[in-house]
C-alpha cells in the first residue's frame, strides 16, 4: 500500500478518534485489543477471527490456577517470613492473602459483567471518577507496575536458574542481572515474532508449573507422614508483629497472588458468565491458597525459619534435602514456572502498551502491529526495554514492594469505584452483586496496605513511586488535554524505519 493511503486512512482514523470517548471503544477491523486482556487465547482469537470461544466452569478455574501460579510462590516465602519472623504469623499471612484476593475478585467480578468495556481498572475508573485517574492508572500501568512485575519475574528465574551452578554461596549479582537480561530479550523477540510460538512455549510451561508444584506438595505430605514436625512446635515464638511488618509480608504474599483479578477480562466468553464467573473465583482462588500454604509446609518440613532464611533459592534447597540425587528436577522445572509467567506477562502487558498507542496515551508508533504476524511488536519491544532498566538498579524485594505499593492504590481506587457506583450510577445493570461489606472491607485493607509502610518505616522509593504516579497529571494536561504533538512529530523518523525494519503499520490498515 502507498504512502499516500497510509496517511489519508491515518488521518481518517484521528480524526474519529478526536470524537471518541476516551474509554477504549475497539477499531471494528482489529480485535487485537481484546487479546491483550486474556492470559494466552486461543490460536483462533489470536489470528483475529471474530468467533468466540466457549470457556465453562473448569476451563475458568484453570485459568485464575493457571495464571496466579507463577514465579511468586518460589520468591516470596523468604520475604514473608523475614518480615514476620515465625511459622505461625508465616503460614497465617498466606492464607490471608488468598481471603483477600478471593474478596477482591469477587468485586471485580461485579464490575466486570456490569461495566463490560475493554481495558482493565480503565473503564471503571473512568466511569467513577472521571479520565484523569482512568490515566493515571493506565500511566502507572505502562511504565511502573506491568514492567517491574516482568523485571522480578526475570530476576526470579535468573536466580534459580543460576542457583546449582554457585553451591554453597549466592550467585554474583552480574550474573544473575545479564540472565534476567538475556531472558527478556529472548521473550520479547519470540512474541514479537510470532503469536503462535508463544502460545506453545506457553502451554508446555505451564504444565511444567503445576509439574513441579504437585511434586513440592507430595513430598512435604510425605514428610508430614513420617513425623516431620518439629519445625512446627511454638510456631508463634519470636515473631515481630507490626503494622509495617505485616503490610510488607502481605505485599510479598500479593505478588504471589497477582493475577486474581483477570477472570473478567473473559466475561464475554464464559458459557452462563453470572454463575460460572463467581463460581470460578469461589472454586480457585481458594485452591490457589491452598496449594500455597501446603507449599510453604512443606518447605519447613525441611527447613527451620533460619535455614530458609539463609536459603538464595528455597525450592532448590527443599529439592537438595528431599529428592536427592534427582534434586536437578527442582531448579530445572522452577525455571521453567517462572520464564512461563514471564512470557505470559510480556504477551498480556505488550499489548496493553499498543492499545495505551492507539488511544493517544503513548506515542503513536506503539499501536502499530505486524502485518505478516499480527503481533504489536514496536510496543512489546518498548515494553521489553523498560523492564531491562529496572533490572539494572533493583533487586527482587525492593521491586517487590515498589510494584505492590503502586498496584494497590489502584486496586484500592478500583473497589472504592464500585462503593461509589452503588449510589451514582443506580440504573447501570449487576448480574453480579457482591454484599456491599466486601468493597468495604477490601477497600480499607488497600488503604492500609498503601499507608503503613509510609507511616511507620518511610522509604524514599514509595515517595519517588506517588511523584512519578502524580507526575502522569502533567503529562495527560498537555499531550491528551491539550493534545501538543510534537513528541509524535519527533519520532516520525522512527516511525518511518519501523515500519520498513519490522513491516509494521497503523492497526486500522490491518482487516480481519
Known amino acids: 500500500m502507498g504512502e499516500e493511503s497510509l496517511r489519508k486512512r491515518r488521518a481518517e482514523h484521528e480524526g474519529q478518534e478526536d470524537g471518541q470517548s476516551t474509554q477504549s471503544q475497539e477499531p471494528p477491523t482489529m480485535n487485537l485489543q481484546k487479546q491483550a486482556k486474556l492470559p494466552p487465547p486461543s490460536p483462533a482469537r489470536r489470528h483475529g477471527l471474530a468467533h468466540q470461544l466457549s470457556v465453562g466452569l473448569i476451563s475458568g478455574i484453570c485459568m485464575i490456577v493457571g495464571t496466579i501460579i507463577g514465579s511468586g510462590i518460589f520468591v516470596s516465602p523468604k520475604s514473608v517470613l523475614d518480615n514476620v519472623g515465625a511459622v505461625g504469623p508465616c503460614l497465617t499471612i498466606w492464607a490471608a492473602c488468598g481471603i483477600l484476593a478471593t474478596l477482591g475478585a469477587l468485586c471485580f467480578a461485579e464490575l466486570g459483567t456490569m461495566i463490560t468495556k475493554s481495558g482493565g481498572e480503565y473503564p471503571y475508573l473512568m466511569e467513577a471518577f472521571g479520565p484523569i485517574p482512568a490515566f493515571l ?20 528465574f535468573a536466580e534459580y536458574a543460576s542457583a546449582p551452578f554457585y553451591p554453597g554461596c549466592d550467585p554474583p549479582q552480574v550474573v544473575v542481572k545479564c540472565l534476567a537480561a538475556a531472558a527478556i530479550v529472548v521473550i520479547t523477540i519470540v512474541n514479537s515474532l510470532s503469536v503462535k510460538l508463544g502460545s506453545y512455549l506457553q502451554n508446555f510451561l505451564t504444565a511444567a508449573k503445576m509439574i513441579i508444584v504437585a511434586v513440592i506438595i507430595v513430598s512435604g505430605i510425605v514428610l508430614l507422614a513420617q513425623g516431620k514436625t518439629e519445625n512446627f512446635k511454638d510456631s508463634f515464638k519470636d515473631s515481630k508483629i507490626s503494622v509495617s511488618s505485616i503490610s510488607l509480608a502481605f505485599y510479598n504474599g500479593l505478588w504471589a497472588y497477582d493475577g486474581w483479578n483477570q477472570l473478567n477480562y473473559i466475561t464475554e466468553e464464559l458459557k452462563n458468565p453470572y454463575r460460572n464467573l463467581p463460581l470460578s473465583i469461589i472454586i480457585g482462588i481458594p485452591l490457589v491458597t491452598v496449594c500455597y500454604v501446603l507449599i510453604n509446609i512443606s518447605y519447613f518440613t525441611v527447613m527451620t525459619s533460619t535455614e530458609l532464611l539463609q536459603s538464595q533459592a528455597v525450592a532448590v534447597t527443599f529439592g537438595d534435602r528431599v529428592l536427592y540425587p534427582a534434586s536437578w528436577i527442582v531448579p530445572l522445572f522452577v525455571a521453567f514456572s517462572t520464564i512461563g509467567s514471564a512470557n505470559g506477562t510480556c504477551f498480556t502487558a505488550g499489548r496493553l502498551v499498543y492499545v495505551a498507542g492507539r488511544e493517544g496515551h503513548m506515542l503513536k508508533v506503539l499501536s502499530y502491529i505486524s502485518v505478516k504476524r499480527l503481533t504489536p511488536a514496536p510496543a512489546i519491544i518498548f515494553y521489553g526495554a523498560i523492564a531491562i532498566i529496572y533490572i539494572i538498579p533493583g533487586d527482587i524485594n525492593t521491586l517487590i514492594n515498589y510494584f505492590s505499593f503502586a498496584v494497590w492504590i489502584f486496586y484500592g481506587l478500583t473497589v472504592l469505584a464500585l462503593i461509589i457506583m452503588r449510589f451514582t450510577r443506580k440504573e447501570l445493570k449487576r448480574p453480579i452483586r457482591v454484599p456491599i461489606i466486601i468493597p468495604v472491607i477490601v477497600t480499607l485493607v488497600s488503604i492500609l496496605l498503601v499507608l503503613a509502610p509510609i507511616i511507620s518505616a518511610p522509604e524514599l522509593a ?12 502533567i503529562v495527560y494536561v498537555l499531550f491528551v488535554h491539550f493534545k501538543f504533538n510534537w513528541p ?9 524505519h519501523l515500519q520498513m525494519l519490522l513491516e509494521v503499520v497503523p492497526a486500522e490498515e490491518v482487516t480481519e
Open 488 to 496: 509524535q512529530k519527533i519520532s516520525k523518523p522512527i516511525t518511518m
Open 462 to 473: 514509595y515517595l519517588y513511586c506517588v511523584l512519578f504516579i502524580l507526575s502522569g497529571l
Open 137 to 156: 492508572f493506565s500511566w502507572t500501568s505502562l511504565l511502573v507496575t506491568k514492567p517491574s512485575s516482568f523485571a522480578i519475574i526475570c530476576l526470579s
